[in-house]
């Protein structure tokens, strides 16, 4: 499909954790960039949970997490790697067929050099072109 209307695309397929994702990171890299995503990021992401403990003190909780990002020479589609989940993101989407078919591949990668136990979620989200 030429000029799909979809501007940004991507899936999220949450496994379960692995504690030491970042020991199979090199491995993953490499053959990603054998599979057209050479450029490489590691990335820290900080999260914060706050609860409210009472009116006047609420109980905030810092986490960092790390995520590793391999993207595609252009930068218009890659992976983002968790510790629990793998995202395919692109802004070339074409068709379903292909873009599925890229998400498995990644899927597939991870889960023959980590051995995952099980997929837990897949979320999918599209975003149309905004034209003014």
């Not at 057209?36 to 810092?62: C, K, M, S, Y």
């Amino acid at each position: 499909m030429t000029l799909a209307p979809v501007f940004y695309t991507l899936a999220q397929v949450q496994f379960n954790p692995i504690a030491q994702m970042s020991d199979y990171v090199a491995h993953l890299q490499e053959r990603l960039r054998r599979s057209g995503f050479p450029d490489f990021r590691a990335e820290n992401q900080f999260e914060l949970t706050i609860r409210r403990l009472d009116e006047l003190q609420p109980d905030v909780q810092p986490q960092q997490h790390m995520r590793w990002s391999f993207t595609n020479a252009q930068r218009t589609e890659g992976y983002l790697l968790l510790s629990n989940a793998l995202v395919f993101h692109t802004t070339t989407y074409d068709t379903f067929a292909d873009f599925l078919q890229k998400t498995i591949s990644g899927l597939k990668l991870v889960h023959e050099i980590v051995e995952l136990a099980y997929v837990e979620r897949i979320g999918l989200r599209y975003l149309d072109a905004v034209v003014r």
